[in-house]
Every structure is written in C-alpha cells, then in structure tokens.
C-alpha cells in the first residue's frame, strides 16, 4: 500500500486495488497497485506491473471516449498514477454485458433468466452474443460483495434520478459501444466490463478505470464462432482465468474458505497475461517502468502544481 504525503491533500483511501489520495476538495491523485482482487478479496501476493498496465489501459480508454462523455482523467504523471476531479460518485456501477459469461452465465445456468430486473433470451450457450447489450446494474458495496440491482430499484430507492439514469443508460450503451469497436480493431470482443459515473454539480463525468482487465472481458474474436459451434471453451483476455483458478482451488470468497498458494510461476503467468492484454487492447508495446516512490512522489506534486491544484 502507498502512504504518500502529498501538500495539501485531505483524505488517503486504501481501496482494493487503488489508493486515492484527495487534494483540496476538487482533485484526486488515483495510484494503481500491483494488488489484485477476487471474489471481492485481495490476495496475498501482488502482481508485477499490473498497476502500470490498469492505469495506462484507463488512460488510453479514457482519451479515446473523451467524445462520449466528460471524464474525470486530467493528468498520467507516472505510469502507475492519474491525477483527475474530485466527483460525487453514484453508488452503482454499471455493467453492460454484451455476452452471457461470467455471472451472467452462472445466473443463466442455474435455470433463471431475470438479472437485475432484465429478462435474459432462451436458448443461449455460454459466451453466446445477447441479441442487443444489457444494462445489469450493481450497487457498490462500501465492504464486502456488490449486489445486483435493478432499475426500478435504483430509482425508487432515490440512488439515482429519472433523468440522471436516462443520461448514465445513454453513456453506458455508446461507451460499450466505442469499447467493442476499439477491441475489434484489435481482434478482439469486449464481452462485459462496467463502468462508474458522479457529478461535479450538474454534470455526469465518467470516473475511475474503463475498458480494463480488471473491469472488463475480453475474447478474442478470430475461431470465435468456431468454438462457439464446438461447444468448446473461449480463448479469454481478462481476469476471469484468475477467478477460474480459484475456484478450482475451492475459493471463492466465502466465510471459512482459505485463499489457495500462489507459487512464483503463478504469478509471473498473471503477470504476462496483463502485459498481453495492454499490448492487445491498445496496440502498442509494454515498457515496464518501476520509478522508485519518491520519483513518483516528485512526479506527482509537479504536475499538481501545474494544474493549480497545489501552490508552486
């Protein structure tokens, strides 16, 4: 965990994956760690390079959705580590699913087709397209796991307005929308990912991470149909393998269940398969950059001068 002590900051939250730090009452300073979640638990090992990878993906997502919506991201001042505005956050997140896989699949296997008040198609196989995405809102837990919700719910329990859901359905839609059209051209399906939105008075700004490993699914589109017609399983870019693995080891974040052994080779094998997905998802290639906590310290009060956030 960082414990930074940058000038004028207000407020240090350690979360599962990200530290925020608060600056004044209208910045953030988010840095991406090397921990890594499961089943809403961290496990006992960090990743190489995972918090280099999550934050740059963000970046590169964020800027090429900027069009879309306003977005939080002001400044990338180390690789690990984005500077943006301090938003109100909505307490849900919404998670579009383009794909029936993961939870969906499980809720869908189990013989029920209602998922957060929307109706799932018969006849589906797992990793099957749903005709149209759907929408199948979270709330976000302050601890322990996210519950599903639905619409009706979100609305009636007052944790969004009519009108703000009708812009956070929009953004939703048309963001999934620019994922799958960025993953295509890289051979790639975005299957799910989920996104965050707060205000800044009236205004909806995306938040957080977008299009990420840890926030989203991907398969990778070339034998797609083939393995679909097989009935075989899909080759996958995302942290679903961990969560698999888990679960072949007897965890899944239940009361009383021990997290498995993760020997070195484990982790260097997660390590490589969020590096692929970076060099994937963007196109580009991995340069690994480790600056030690003071570089990014000074990094990051730089840029906060610059941006007016703190006195130079």
């Known amino acids: 965990m ?133 929408i199948t809102p979270s709330t976000k837990a302050e601890a322990g796991h996210d519950e599903d919700i639905s619409k009706e719910a979100i609305i009636s329990q007052g944790l969004v307005s009519e009108a703000d859901w009708a812009v956070l359905e929009n953004y939703a839609l048309q963001l999934f929308a620019r994922g799958r059209e960025i993953a295509a051209r890289q051979g790639l399906i975005l299957a799910d990912t989920k996104y965050e939105f707060g205000k800044i008075g009236d205004t909806i700004y995306l938040m957080d991470e977008v299009h990420t490993p840890d926030s989203s699914r991907y398969f990778y589109a070339e034998g797609f149909d083939e393995r679909q017609a097989r009935g075989e399983k899909q080759k996958q870019l995302s942290k679903e393998f961990v969560r698999e693995w888990l679960i072949a080891n007897n965890f899944m974040g239940k009361e009383g269940q021990t997290v498995p052994d993760m020997s070195d080779e484990w982790i260097q094998t997660i390590s490589q398969r969020y590096i692929e997905l970076y060099e994937k998802v963007t196109g580009k290639s991995f340069v690994p950059q480790q600056p030690s906590d003071a570089e990014t310290e000074a990094a990051v009060i730089a840029s906060l001068q610059e941006l007016g956030a703190i006195a130079g």
């Open 2 to 134: 960082s414990n930074f002590q940058f000038p004028s900051q207000t407020h240090l939250y350690h979360g599962k994956v990200r530290d925020v730090y608060s600056i004044q009452t209208d910045w953030l300073v988010m840095v991406a760690s090397n921990r890594i979640s499961a089943f809403d638990v961290i496990l006992p090992r960090p990743i190489p390079f995972k918090g280099q990878v999550l934050n740059q993906i963000a970046a590169f997502m964020l800027e090429a959705t900027r069009d879309i919506c306003p977005n939080w991201l002001v400044a990338v001042p180390a690789p690990h580590v984005s500077i943006g505005k301090k938003c109100t956050p909505f307490k849900i997140e919404m998670v579009v699913r383009g794909n029936v896989v993961g939870h969906a699949w499980r809720t869908y296997q189990s013989g029920q087709r209602l998922l957060c008040g929307v109706t799932m198609p018969e006849g589906l196989k797992e990793n099957d397209f749903f005709p149209t995405p759907l």
